[in-house]
Nanobody, 117 residues
Framework: QVQVVESGGGLVQAGGSLRLSCAAS????????MGWYRQAPGKQRELVAR???????NYSDSVKGRFTISRNNAKNTVYLQMNSLKPEDTAVYYC???????????WGQGTQVTVSS
C-alpha cells in the first residue's frame, strides 16, 4: 500500500504564492505517478497537475504557467509550487498517487488553500 500526506495550505492574497508538499510512504517502488487535484465548494474534484515516475508532467489549462509540479525522489515527496494565485484557485487540494500499473489510487486528507481578493 501507499500512503500520502499533504501539507502547506493556507491563506494568501491574490497574486501571492504557496507551496504544497505531498509525502509518500509505503510501497514507494510501485508508484506510477503522483498528482494534485482540487475541489472547490459545489464543484467536482479536478486535476491540477501530475508527474510520472519518469518526471513527465502535465497541467490543467487553468494553472499552466502559474503552477509547477516537481518531485524529490530522495524524500519521496512531490511539490506543487503555486504562483500568481487567484481567488478562483481557492479549494481543498488533494494529493493522489497511482500505483501497481495505475490500478490503485491513494488519496491524502486534503489541505485548504484560500486566496483572498
Amino acid at each position: 500500500q501507499v500512503q500520502v500526506v499533504e501539507s502547506g495550505g493556507g491563506l494568501v492574497q491574490a497574486g501571492g504564492s504557496l507551496r504544497l508538499s505531498c509525502a509518500a510512504s509505503g510501497s514507494i517502488f510501485s508508484i506510477n505517478d503522483m498528482g494534485w487535484y482540487r475541489q472547490a465548494p459545489g464543484k467536482q474534484r479536478e486535476l491540477v497537475a501530475r508527474i510520472t515516475s519518469g518526471g513527465t508532467t502535465n497541467y490543467s489549462d487553468s494553472v499552466k504557467g502559474r503552477f509547477t509540479i516537481s518531485r524529490n525522489n530522495a524524500k519521496n515527496t512531490v511539490y506543487l509550487q503555486m504562483n500568481s494565485l487567484k481567488p478562483e484557485d481557492t479549494a481543498v487540494y488533494y494529493c493522489n498517487a497511482r500505483y501497481i500499473s495505475y490500478a490503485i489510487n491513494s488519496w491524502g486528507q486534503g489541505t485548504q488553500v484560500t486566496v483572498s481578493s
